[in-house]
C-alpha cells in the first residue's frame, strides 16, 4: 500500500470537484474492493475521498413509479428492502446470490458497479496484464482462463466484470446518475456505463476522472418473474461461472408472453442483447445463440456457451410454472 | 517406557476421563481470541520490528541485478536482507528448496528478499521498491508432459509380488483406467508466521510449526548455530494439514532480519504468497489395472504413480495403500517422479493415501460394475486381515469390513439403485456412491515431563504441538486418568524446545504417541509418588486425587509437600509394528444431487463409520474427522491450485482463487467410531483419526456423482464442466 491522503466530501458537487482537482484522488466507498486492490498496489492513489455521509444511502421511489436507489446504499439493505422485494426480485436476488453477508453489508451500490475484474493475473503484479499495466500483454490468454470472459472481450483482454448485482440492474433497465466535476449531473444508462476492452482494457467505464456516481434509478416496475440463477464451484462465496438475470411473463403459446434476460460471468460487462430477446418463445437456444453469437471462447471457457443456455433453460422452466 | 509386547490392562483401561466426549480444555481461549498465536505475541519480546517478503517473479532462472536503494531508503525501513548480505546459509534436512533464493531462483514467489520496518505498511511499501532483474530459464511445469522422463525416486524401488503382468493378462475381468489428481494446497487459516529475537547468539523463534525438534534442527542447519542457541515456541497453532511440518521462509527470514536489524523481526507470509512460497500436495497421474476372476476375486491388482517435484524431491507415494488394502495374489505398485520446477511438493493431510484414495476407490467401484456386484460386497470380498505382501504377517486389528457394513445399514445403502442416473427428485438427479478409507498407524517415540505441585496439581510438559487438533484435551485426559486426578487439575503445556522431544503433530501419529509418551512419564511419576509415601509394597491405586496401598489412602498432594515430584520419560517402540500391519479404516458413504441443467454438484449427506483404535476423546476425533471429510469434499469437487504451464506457477493464488468448500457446501456429516481397542498400537490402545477422515471421501463423492449421472470423472476436481456435455437434453 502507498501512503495517501484522506478526506471526506462535504457534498457529491464538492466530492467530485476535489477528485478532479487532486492528482491521483479516488473515491472510497465500502473498501471492499478498493483496498485489497491497495494492499497489493494494483491501485495505488494518492489521496481517497470518503463519499460516505453524503445523504447518498437512501431508496426513494421516483415520480414516475420507479426507485431511486442511493449510490451509498448497502447491498444488505438494498436486497432487502421491501419495495425491491416486491418489485425488482431480479434485483433481490442478485444480490444476495454476490460475495458473503458480511462483504454485503458494507459493500455499496456505486462500489459494486465500479468493482474491478477478478482475473488472477490482474491480481498478481509480477504477470503482464493489460489491465493493470496498459501494453504489458495479456497472460490469460493462452494461460488460465476458465473463468474468464467469452463474448465481448478483445485481443487485449478476456477478462469479465465479475458483479452480479449489475447483471440484475441491466436487466432491468437501470439508469446511472453521476454529477461532474463542474456540478452538472446526468443519467447513463447502465448498458453505457461500462465498456467493452478493445485495445484499451484499462479503461472500464465511460466516467470521466472525478466524476461521482449518485444513485441508480429503475424504471417503474415492469412486472413478471424475476429470476436470478448463479451457477458457480461452489455453493456460495464465488464468483459467477455463468449467471442468468431474466424477466419473464408467463402466458402466450410458448408458455413465454415476453421476456428479457442479461448474462453474467461471461463478459466484460453485463451482457444483454436485446435483439436476442424476441425469440424468447423460442426457447433458451435461440436466445443464447443471439446472445452469444460472437463469442470467441478459449479452450478453457468454452463450457460456458453450453452452460448460459442450459442455465438460462432452467429459468426459463422455472419461469413458466 | 519399551513397548515391545501388546499392552496388557492398564490404568487408562479405567475410562474415568479418557474416551469421555471433553470439551477442549484450550476452547475458552479460542473462542474468546485470547490464545496466543505466533503474531500476537507482542508481549514476549520489546521493540518488535516488521518484515515484509518478496517473493521471486520467475518460476526458474537467476537474479541479474538487485537494486534495495530505494527500499532502504524508504521511511521507517531498518534493513533489507537478501542472499547477498544473508552470510552463507545452509539448507534444512526437510526442505527440498532453500528458503532464500538467489542469485539462483528454484521456483516462483521463493523468498529473494525481506524488508525491515518500523510497521508493516512501511515494510510492505518498502519491499514494493525492490528492483530485480531476472534472467529466466526455460523449466519444467507440465506433469504429462514430463511423465516419460520420470525416474523411480530413491528409497521407492517398485513392489511385485507374484506375477502381476501373467495374472492381469490372464484375468477374465480386467479394468485399466487412468486418473489424475490436481496439486492442492493446505489452505489453512493461520498464515505461517514467525517473530524472532536474538539475544547474543542465541536465537528464540516464537513461530507456527507442527514439528518443533525437526524444527530447531532445520533451523541449526540452515543458520549453522548449534541446536542449544536455538528456541522454538509455538504453543498455538491456526491449522497445518502438513503445510507447518517445516521450518519455512517465515522463520528464517524472521530470523536473518532480527540480525541484521539488531532488534526482534515478526514475519507472516501473506495470502498471495503461501501458495507457491511454500509446499503444497503434487499432482499425480495415476494408472491402476485391476483383474479378477467372474466371481470377483482380484487376482492382479496394479497401481502405478507419477508425480513431479524440484530436484532433489520426493514423489507423492500414491500407491501406498494398495500394497495393504485388497487381496490378490499377483501385485505390482511403482512410483515414478519427474522433476518439476514449480514450488516444493510435500505432505498435506494424508499424503499418499489422500489423492491414491482418491484413484483407488473409484477403479474399485468401477471393477464392481464390471463384475456386476455391489461395490460393499466386491470389497468386502476381497477384504484380507493379513499384509497381502507379506503373507502370515497379520494386522493388529482390520475392522474395514464392519465399517462398511455398519455404513451400508446407516446410510440405507439398499436404497441406491445401482443404475446410474436412474434416481431423480424433479430437477436434480440424485447418486450415491461408497468408498473405503484407509490410512496407516504410524508409531514413533515420544517423550514428556510431568510435575505434581504440593497442591496436586499435575503439569505435562512436552514439545508436542497442537495444531487445532484437540491435543491439549487428550493429554489433559491421559494424565488425569492416569494420576487419578480429574481434569481441572491438570495443566498442559506444549510446544516449547525446550520440553522433552515428541512426536510432533503430523501423518496421524500426534495422538497415540504423545498421549503414550505422557502415559510413560505419568507412570514413572507414580512410582516417585509410591516412594515418596511410602508405599513400597504393593501396586497402589491413584482415583480421586489419592493414592492407597493396603488399605491405607493418602492426597496425592502429600507426595509434594516437600517439594516439587518431577518425572520425565518416553514411549519407544519395539517392533510390533514390523510383526503387525496396524493401519486404521473407514466406511464413507455420500449422497450428492447433481442439477440436471447446470451440472453443479451438492452434497447431500455424509457418513463415516471409522475403526481407528480407542477414541481418546469422541468429541474432538468426531471434529477431526467431520472436518477431513470437509477437506475430502473440496479435494473431490473444487481445490485445484491451476498451473500456468508457461510461467510455471500456481495462478490461483488466494483464497478467492483457489476454492475450499464452505458451509454451504457442506450438508449433515455422520461419524460413526466403531468399538475397538488395540493393544498392539501403545499402551493408550489407540491409533489416529486426523488423517483417516479425509481418505477415501473424494471417491465416495466420484462414485456418488457416477450413480447420479452416469458420468465416470477421473480427473479431479469434478467439476461442472466435465459432467455437462453428458446431461440429459434439456426442452
Ligand atoms: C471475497 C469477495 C467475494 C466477492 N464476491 C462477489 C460476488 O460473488 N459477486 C459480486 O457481485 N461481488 C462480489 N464481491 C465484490 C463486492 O461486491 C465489491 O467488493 C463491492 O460491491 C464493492 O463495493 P464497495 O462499496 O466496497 O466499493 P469500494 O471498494 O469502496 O470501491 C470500488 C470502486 O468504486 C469506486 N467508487 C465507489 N463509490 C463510488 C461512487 N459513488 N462514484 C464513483 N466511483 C465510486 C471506488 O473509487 C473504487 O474504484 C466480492 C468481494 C470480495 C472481497
Ligand atoms: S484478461 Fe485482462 S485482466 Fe486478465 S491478464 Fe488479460 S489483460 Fe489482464
Redesign the pocket.
Known sequence: MKPFTYERATS?AD?AAK?ASIPGA????????????MKLQI?T?AH??D?NGLG?DKIEETPDGGLRIG??V??TDLAADIRVRRHYGVLSR??V????GQ??N???????????T?CPYFYDPNQPCNKRQPGSGCSAIGGISRQLGVVGTSEACIATH?????VAMRVLDAMVE?VRPGGATRAIPIADLHRLPGDTPHVETT?EQG????AVTLPKPVGGVQLYH?V?DRAS????LVSVAAIVQPGGTNGIAWGRVAL?GVAPKPWRVEAAEAHMKQGAKAVTAGLLADARPTADNRFKIKLAERTLAAVLTEARG | MKFDTPAATNPIDQLKVVGKATDRIDGPLKTTGTAPYAYERHDVVANQAYGFIVGSAIAKGRISRMDVAAAKAAPGVIAVVTAENAGTLGKGKWNTAVLLGGPEIQHYHQAVALVVAETFEQARDAASLIRVDYQAEAGAYDLAAARDGAAVAKGEPDSTVGDFTGAYAAAPVQLDATYTTPDQGHAMMEPHATIAAWNGDKLTLWTANQMINWGVKDVSQTLNIPVENIRLISPYIGGGFGGKLFVRSDALMAALGAKVAGRPVKVALTRPLMFNNTTHRPATIQRIRIGATREGRITAIGHESWSGDLPGGKPETAVQQTRLLYAGANRLTAMRLAVLDLPEGNAMRAPGEAPGLMALEIAMDEMAEKLGMDPIQFRILNDTQEDPEKPGRPYSQRQLAECLRQGAERFGWAKRNPKPASMREGRWLVGMGVAAGFRNNLVTKSAARVRLDGQGMVTVETDMTDIGTGTYTIIAQTAAETMGVPLDKVAVRLGDSSFPVSCGSGGQWGANNSTAGVYAACMKLRQAVARKLGFNAAEPQFADGHVSSGGHTMPLAQAAKDGELVAEDLIEYGDLDKKYQQSTFAGHFVEVVVDSATGEIRLRRMLAVCAAGRILNPKSARSQVIGAMTMGAGAALMEELAVDKRRGFFVNHD??GYEVPVHADIPHQEVVFLDEVDPISSPMKAKGVGELGICGVGAAVANAVYNAIGVRVRDYPITLDKVLDHLPEMT
Open positions: 457529491p466530492a477528485a479516488r473515491f472510497i466507498a465500502g473498501g471492499t474492493n478498493l483496498l485489497d486492490l491501485e492513489p481517497l475521498i463519499v447518498l449510490a451509498l448497502r447491498n442478485a444480490l446470490a454476490g460475495a458473503s462483504l454485503r458494507v459493500a455499496t451500490t456505486a462500489g459494486n458497479l465500479l468493482q474491478r477478478r465479475p458483479s452480479d448485482m449489475a453521476t466516467l466524476e461521482l456516481i449518485t448463479k458457480r462465496y464465488a464468483f459467477a453474467g | 483464497l478467492a
